[in-house]
């Protein structure tokens, strides 16, 4: 008895599943259906209800996270008011580089 008792149970959740999807369904087509109607009736287009979805957007998310981070306002701020920064744009060269040999020109 207990087995019949639960497969009707079963059943009828089943049921009130089905019918909740079916009235889910039935409200996104009326609502559809209004903008649709709607956008007929004021002569504008109908725009499509879309996701937009970036596969790159989670590369650059992470890519972002793994980049070292600039000074902050606050940091430049507290060099300069302590006197440890260099303001102008160019360096002078001095020859201390190391890692680069020059070449002679080539004349094309």
């Known amino acids: 008895m207990f087995n019949?008792?639960?497969?009707?149970v079963l059943f009828l959740l089943g049921l009130v599943f089905a019918a909740s999807l079916a009235v889910a369904v039935l409200l996104l087509a009326a609502v559809w259906g209004l903008r649709y109607g709607w956008a007929r009736?004021?002569?504008?287009?109908?725009?499509?209800?879309?996701m937009r979805f970036d596969p790159r957007g989670g590369f650059d998310m992470f890519r972002g996270a793994a980049?070292?981070?600039?000074?902050?306002?606050?940091?430049?701020?507290?060099?300069?008011?302590?006197g440890e920064?260099?303001?102008s744009?160019?360096?002078?060269?001095?020859?201390?580089?190391?890692?680069?040999?020059?070449?002679?020109?080539?004349?094309?």
């Not at 019949?4 to 009707?8: A, D, P």
């Not at 980049?67 to 302590?82: F, N, Q």
């Not at 744009?89 to 094309?108: E, F, L, M």
């Open 67 to 82: 980049r070292p981070r600039g000074p902050s306002a606050a940091d430049v701020a507290a060099a300069r008011a302590m």
């Open 4 to 8: 019949f008792l639960l497969r009707v």
């Open 85 to 87: 920064t260099d303001d």
């Open 41 to 50: 009736l004021t002569g504008k287009p109908v725009q499509p209800w879309v």
């Open 89 to 108: 744009p160019v360096r002078p060269i001095d020859g201390t580089v190391t890692d680069v040999q020059a070449r002679p020109v080539r004349g094309d």
